[in-house]
């Protein structure tokens, strides 16, 4: 197929029009067919962790699904309530949360652009402690202790970022840059 179509169809479906069709265009286009979203097993008893966990880690690439697990099991161990509540972004899902506040209504919730978040690379996720009734503790101490344990696991924890402290956010550290990330992508490398 030519480049310029594929660049037609990657300006359709609101991802960068490089021309080149990687993975992000095979993700936006599947997210179209409505065949993107991993699936849930069939039943859910046979699921680890909690549903809404579930569903996020099925997001990961499968080096951050395997860390997240091992992170979640530790923290569940040590008696904490948390929940994995956010995962992988696709560029076009990142690029709506951009516009509120900005073309979109609502307030501003994130600076990154597409491609701009470790969320958009599947390899980061964000957590939550809920206490017995089910409230979200943003403020609890466990919330860091839940990032100490991803520390421990040498894993990134957004609570130790200068400048924009982000304790809900939990990565693999990459040893490269967003922008490498971003090139990788382009050329239809992995990530992670
Ligand atoms: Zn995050």
Redesign the pocket.
Known sequence: MSKSLWKKIQAFIGVATDGIPGPITARAIADRLGIGTPQLPAKPETLEFDPRSEKSLATLVPNAQRKAREWLRKCREAGINVKII?GTRSYEEQAALHAKGRTKPGKKVTKARPGYSW?NFGV?W?FVVFDKNGQPLWDSPLMDRCGRIGEDLGLEW?GNWKGLV?K??LQLAMGITLAEARERVKDGRTVA
Request: hydrophobic share 10%.
């Open positions: 956010c969320h980061a964000d957004g982000d809900p956010h």
